[in-house]
């Protein structure tokens, strides 16, 4: 290309650059400076106007007293469908942990009364259609996502998965193999030793939510157990479902009744055990030749529905859970570089009481330093009021990240589908952020008080003890300042039996 084809090709944009330049010169300086704020944090914003959905206006019944929320959405051909069961983890007995959890698999994987497990996955893609079915702690959810023009026959499908399981018992014993696979892993990661001993720890052994499976429980599961268990939770008696998507609700309504005529209502499971077990404070270590110490802190704490709740979730956003504006991680990593991340949690259960949880992982010599950071940052907000800064950060935090909580149409009915089964307090999410708005320091001060106390808390930590007691090397911190240097030190469990190993 020659100067001359150069020219004639840059001349719209040398002229387009002149106009913006132009444009620009003839703004006045006053009105620049008048809406561009001078520095980031000047930019006012309006206040966000957002009211959250009520679940009335989303709620059906169906004939059989089934429960159904809807939520239309014309954007794509597409339909979500969810049912949601009560009971899960909460079901199983002692002796077989992991059986719900199995049960939801080989729902899914099993196969049903008429179509083989490869029938069934190969009608599934032919129809373009997504499903699946997990079990958790305290519910069972069985999904489906498929294009509308395909979803009477998708449900009809669906249905029939859940209604008739063949349970497999090839599927089933490549289901237990991969469990047994996963088992074997077990010790492989120092932070999965650390979170299935905490739980114990916590709920106790004989609870579901620290009970874990051992190669025996695996092998004791049955086809005849799985089809047991699938009684218990997979009938209209003890489901909620949701639709979202692309539909008329009348006809979905019209198409649900249908479909759910002639299956038997039972009645729903019970509310899942109260743990028997308590915490003993103390110190606690599990052995692992790792060159960071992995560490847990805390205690059982509240219920989802305590009237402390709020100021308590204010509390741990300032203390921990609030990521870099949050105390612990400032003090702990930014501050003094022990840590990657340091960090606390407030996890409240509906029946009984939940735990807050702080956490991290340092190098061995440090362990005792960061440690001793985070329990006299705990004391610090049970002696002395937080700033008003901070408090008003935790605050704006919980109420301008509160529309997630409904940013999707499946989100949204989840929540909906939650509060009914939990008995979540009507209006609670309409005076929600009036509640978090209405927080002071001193229910910050009070809650930290009567809710965080390190004296009954246990510290748990993995790794290498010799490395880790003696502290750092400045002698600023080592495992004697805590609980009078006392310390349990729990064996390392074999993998597949759970018994200690040598």
């Known amino acids: 290309m020659n100067a001359r084809h150069l020219a004639i090709v840059l001349a719209p944009a040398v002229a387009a650059a002149s106009l913006i330049t132009a444009s620009i010169a003839a703004t006045p300086a006053a009105e620049s400076s008048a809406t561009l704020p ?53 079901l199983d007995s002692v002796e077989i942990p992991g059986l719900a959890s199995m049960t939801a698999s080989m729902l899914r994987e099993g196969g049903t009364a008429t179509l083989s497990p490869e029938a069934f996955d190969e009608q599934l893609d032919f129809l373009a259609t997504q499903a699946s079915v997990s079990a958790g702690g305290t519910f069972t959810t069985a999904s489906m996502n498929c294009l509308k023009k395909t979803f009477d026959e998708s449900l009809t499908l669906f249905l029939e998965m859940l209604r008739e399981p063949a349970f497999n018992a090839e599927r089933l014993a490549t289901a237990k193999a991969r469990l047994m696979a996963q088992l074997e892993q077990r010790n492989d990661d120092a932070s999965g030793i650390l979170s299935r001993e905490w739980r114990q720890l916590l709920f106790g052994a004989e609870h579901f939510e620290g009970s874990l499976p051992t190669a025996t429980s695996v092998e004791a599961i049955t086809p005849e157990r799985l089809a047991a268990m699938h009684r218990r939770i997979v009938h209209p008696g003890n489901m909620i479902v949701s639709v979202s998507g692309d539909f008329d609700s009348a006809e979905m309504l019209a198409a649900l009744e249908k479909a759910f005529a002639d299956w038997e209502r039972g009645e729903p499971v019970a509310d899942p055990p109260v743990p028997e077990h308590d915490l003993a404070p103390g110190l606690y270590h599990i052995p692992k030749e790792i060159p960071q110490g992995k560490v847990a802190i805390g205690m059982r704490s509240i219920t989802r529905d305590d009237p402390d709740a709020i100021p308590l979730n204010v509390l741990n956003d300032i203390l921990g859970g609030g990521g870099f504006t949050s105390r612990i991680m400032r003090s702990v990593r930014s501050n003094e570089g022990l840590a990657y991340s340091a960090s606390s949690r407030l996890s409240p259960r509906v029946d009984y009481a939940g735990e807050f949880r702080a956490g991290f992982e340092s190098k061995n010599p440090t362990v005792a330093l960061a440690i001793k950071i985070i329990l006299q940052q705990i004391d610090d907000v049970r002696n002395e009021l937080v700033t008003d800064e901070e408090l008003e950060t935790a605050k704006q935090s919980l109420i301008e990240t509160f529309p997630r909580v409904f940013e999707s149409k499946p989100q949204m009915l989840s929540v909906f589908v939650s509060d009914e089964w939990t008995g979540r307090p009507e209006g609670y999410w309409q005076s929600y952020r009036d509640r978090v708005q209405a927080v002071t320091a001193e229910d910050v001060q009070r809650v930290a008080r009567e809710h965080l106390d390190p004296a009954t808390m246990a510290i748990l930590v993995v790794g290498n003890w010799d490395e880790i007691a003696a502290g750092d090397l400045d002698g600023r911190a080592s495992m004697a300042d805590f609980f009078e240097g006392a310390v349990t030190h729990l064996p390392l469990r074999d993998p597949l039996t759970l018994e200690p190993l040598e």
């Not at 000047?42 to 957002?50: C, K, N, T």
């Not at 009335?56 to 159904?68: E, I, K």
């Open 38 to 90: 001078a520095r980031p944090e000047q930019i006012a914003f309006e206040p966000l106007d957002f009211a959250p959905p009520a679940a009335a206006d989303f709620r059906h019944v169906l004939p059989d007293g089934t429960v159904v929320y809807l939520a239309e959405s014309h954007e794509f051909p597409l339909i979500d469908l969810s049912i949601t069961f009560k009971g899960g983890a909460s």
